[in-house]
């Protein structure tokens, strides 16, 4: 079974910076897309940024600049920093690969990560 696991959510002041991690376990034959999506209250998760399993990463237009994205293969680790931190980007966090799994071509979620920027 392929588990993910975020950390790294909390309070944060506009304007400061929070990392948040992704780690993924379990019998995974290859790891390609590492990405992270957010969903505020009341509204449809969205893409925050994506990377390849060759370092290739997209960002969505509002957090181009603040976030970076990026991965450690050997720990099979996914990083989200965020700097410049606004209270719009208050949002629950979730962590999403796509991966090959016993054979097969699978696309997993993390349960999320909670972070709160406000005063």
């Known amino acids: 079974q392929v588990q993910l696991v975020e950390s790294g959510g909390g309070l944060v002041q506009p304007g400061g910076s929070l990392r948040v991690s992704c780690v993924v376990s379990?019998?995974?034959?290859?790891?390609?897309?590492m990405g992270w999506y957010r969903q505020a209250p009341g509204k449809q998760r969205e893409l925050v940024a994506t990377?390849?399993?060759?370092?290739?990463?997209n960002y969505a237009e509002y957090v181009k600049g603040r976030f970076t994205i990026s991965r450690d293969n050997d720990k099979n680790t996914a990083y989200l920093q965020m700097n410049s931190l606004k209270p719009e980007d208050t949002a629950v966090y979730y962590c999403?690969?796509?991966?090959?799994?016993?054979?097969?071509?699978?696309?997993?979620w993390g349960q999320g990560t909670l972070v709160t920027v406000s005063p």
């Open positions: 990377i390849s399993s060759g370092g290739n990463t």
């Open positions: 379990g019998r995974i034959s290859s790891l390609n897309t």
């Open positions: 999403h690969i796509s991966a090959r799994i016993l054979l097969r071509d699978l696309e997993v």
